[in-house]
């Protein structure tokens, strides 16, 4: 295994310590005595696993450690810290008059990824090839996702997470249809050529 992959799988191990901490925030929130350092150290741990994500591509790409199995761990931790954080926020309150993710927002984030991996499913029914590599409209969702996120981690009271939510819904959304399309449009040209080689 690679140092990259290394990197990469320190990245999973620390998204169980994210969760436990950001939990244990929540139930102090619950209890009326907030421990702010749990809510520190919660963000801390997800910053750290957040930017392991840039490192361990730097180390893969600088010293010629890409590898196979590189490329299949990385998205899955990525998905993992993201979907871990959304869904964790979305169950406990991190502040008074229930700060925190809304559960809609939770629902479409899971719902979208569901729908990409049923389209990739999809595709290898039909013998597609599928080339795992996100669209940029994945990447502005990823980072719309991680900014409601933030604004619940740093307490930024003076704006509901409800408008942060629904910015992220909207580029949610929007790269579900454009992945969707993709897959779409992978269907169509492929039966496209094979009907034009049977002529």
Known sequence: MTFASKITIGRILLVPVFAALAAAYGFSVRAG?????????????????????GIDGWVARRFNQCSAFGAFIDPIADKALLLTG?????????GADGWRLPLWFAAIVVLRDCIILGGIKILYMNGKSVKISPHWSGKLTTV??????????LKFTDIPPLWPCVVA?????????EYVRTGVRILRDDDARSSRASQ
Do not use: H, K, N
Request: net charge negative; aromatic share 16%; hydrophobic share 70%.
């Open 169 to 177: 819904s909207a580029f949610t959304v929007w790269s579900a249809v």
């Open 33 to 53: 005595a907030p421990a702010e350092a749990l809510r520190w150290w919660a963000l801390g741990v997800f910053i750290a696993a957040a930017g392991s994500d």
């Open 144 to 153: 719309a996702q991680m900014f409601a996120l933030g604004w619940v981690m």
């Open 86 to 94: 959304v869904i964790t926020l979305s169950l406990v309150d991190w």
